[in-house]
């Protein structure tokens, strides 16, 4: 059995505006082992983002709340972490990586400044040099020339700088790297070569890492297990051939990849699930995706669904799999 | 960076001979006719015709401008129609005055202006935040003048602590750039305080935070800087304000500054004042705004690339 790294038990976050109370997410349970590759799948709103900035303690102040569960990393709960302690914990334990590379980086520092600013942080006592050298190798590790580490974010270009917030990421090696749709920002081409240089940094540096995306291709490219997002829960979860051959999905997992595209078949029609996510401020009772549902019965509206185990890796949340026991993945 | 300075520098003289021409041209269309006034009510046609050969003012208005001009460029800025004192004196003696208020008055706002902004920022909604709102509303609202004259019931009347009009020694200054500098910080106030919340709010920011960065260095070191820009902006706006509209305060604490200079002269049709001032102002307001530029450059690198480029 893998060693755990990060295990987050029942969490609840509620943002709270002056006209709604948001549930963005409801009772996420997911586990992360050391050096292993986790992908979060869903839709934009699902809770994805609010997940990574919950482990960081990230959530916007006064608006954003945890009402209940646990994030646990090595077994300590990040919640009851100081400020002083968050400040280690963050850049040196756990990085994040985010969405768009256009705007996370300090448009009036150095990109060289912005690197070695963290190593400094969190190697007190580091001599200028060798955080310079640091610097320098994480620029050639992410591919990028090192000489150009005194110029500003505007002078490069959206691929360089997301290369520029990998190697942020990257430079103290954390334990555990949040990836928060990583190549959303980026055309095709680019988005190739980051994910490329992701997986080979997970293989060099036994990093393990959350990634977050839409892109169910990206998780099979890199990921080991993947959790399926919605509405703020976590409705299937499973190792990556799990998610990818099992013949028993959550209906919302088999919609996701029912709007995949076949390029061998000639269709003039996309297949996208019908409906839209439901508001947070008003979530639908019993199973929240029900409305949505193409297998929707009474049980659904009413009552919410348990969590089956079909297999010691794979797990589904939804009614439809009471009967089937442990086991059942074949 | 040089050439654009000196870009910069060069540009300023086409503004001035810009603003010589419409203002030349104001004071000549306007009623009333300086010797007249001038002569007083007793007084032969002979001696008008005389004065106003004197003046220079029997020529026609194109002859006039250009011999200004002509004189300006020379240093001599010519006489006072109603002083009869050169009017390059005339103005240099009032000019430290209104700089010293304006640079005291500028130092105020901005020092304070800035602090209480970023505190205001960072603990919003904190009872510091509720108060500097309430009084910078109540600051931006009220006139100079009340501000001032409640000063000097406060610190000259009532606790004696400071001289109570007119300027002997350094004090003098102090008390008419407060009364300045309070409308102006207001908005300082206000204005770094939005900021600060804006760029609080930007990706960057989490970013530094996801990196382990400490609450106060993020605020210092990553938000004051992009926060600042449109601070310095205002700032410079201020400067060329105060510069030519501290009229009001200087009434208020007898002070013999280029406001009051300004309003005699316009009143009186002392075109040569007149045009000395406003000029004067002109030039101060360009160096003002390249410098205002420059600080921006100093602050964003973005801003630097296209001044080289």
Known sequence: MAEKLLEIKDLWVEFKTDDALVHALNGVNLTVNKGEAYGLVGETGAGKTTTCKSILQLLPERVGKITNGEILFEGKNIPDFTEKELEDFRGSKCAMIFQDPMTSLNPVLTVGDQVAEEIELHNPGMSKEDIDKRVDDMFKLVGLLPERKG????????????????????????????????????????QLQILK??????????????????????????????????????????????IFESKYHHPYTVGLFGSIPDLTVKTDRLNPIQGLMPDPADLPTGCKFHPRCPKCYEECVNVEPKVYQLSPSHMIKCHLFKDIKEGGNE | MVKYIV?????????????????????????????????GDTYT?????????????????????????????????????????????????????????????????????????????????????????????????????????????????????????????????????????????????????????????????????????????????????????????????NISWMLGGTIVIEQVFNIPGIGSLMITSIRNKDTPVVMATVMFIAVLSCLINLATDLIYAAIDPRVKAQIKG
Not at chain 1, 156 to 169: D, L, N, P, T, Y
Not at chain 2, 8 to 35: K, W
């Open chain 1, 151 to 190: 110029e500003f974010p505007h002078q490069f270009s959206g691929g360089m700088k997301q290369r520029i917030v990998i190697a942020m990421g990257l430079a103290c090696q954390p334990d555990l790297l949040l990836a928060d749709e990583p190549t959303t920002a980026l055309d095709v081409t680019i």
């Open chain 1, 197 to 242: 240089l992701m997986k080979d940094l997970k293989e060099q540096m036994n990093t393990a890492m959350i990634m977050v995306t839409h892109d169910l291709g990206i998780v099979a490219k890199i990921c080991d297990r993947a959790g399926i997002m919605y509405a703020g829960e976590i409705i299937e979860d499973g190792d990556i051939e799990d």
């Open chain 2, 7 to 39: 870009k910069r520098l060069i540009l300023i003289i086409p503004i001035i001979f810009g603003i010589s021409i419409i203002l030349f041209t104001i004071m000549n269309l306007t009623p009333g006719d300086p010797a007249q006034m001038l002569i």
């Open chain 2, 45 to 237: 046609e002979e001696a008008l015709d005389q004065l106003r050969a004197e003046l220079g003012l029997d020529k026609p208005f194109f002859q006039q401008y250009i011999d200004y001009i002509w004189n300006a460029l020379h240093g001599d800025f010519g006489i006072s129609y109603r002083t009869r004192n050169p009017v390059f004196d005339e103005v240099f003696s009032r000019f430290p005055h209104t700089v010293a208020i304006t640079f005291l008055s500028i130092i105020i706002q901005v020092v304070v202006g800035v602090i209480v902004g970023i505190v205001a920022a960072v603990k919003q909604y904190s009872l510091l935040d509720t108060v500097s709102q309430a009084i910078t509303m109540v600051l931006a609202s009220v006139p100079d003048f009340w501000i001032g004259l409640m000063l000097l019931l406060l610190f000259s009347v009532k606790l004696g602590l400071l001289p109570l009009s007119g300027i002997e020694n350094w004090t003098g200054y102090i008390l008419p750039a407060v009364a300045v500098a309070l409308p102006y910080m207001a908005n300082l106030i206000r204005l770094t305080r939005s900021t600060m919340l804006d760029v609080m709010r930007m990706d960057y920011i989490d970013t530094a935070k996801a990196k382990g960065v400490p609450k106060k260095k993020i605020i210092f070191k990553h938000a004051l800087k992009n926060a600042l820009l449109p601070v310095v902006t205002l700032a410079g706006v």
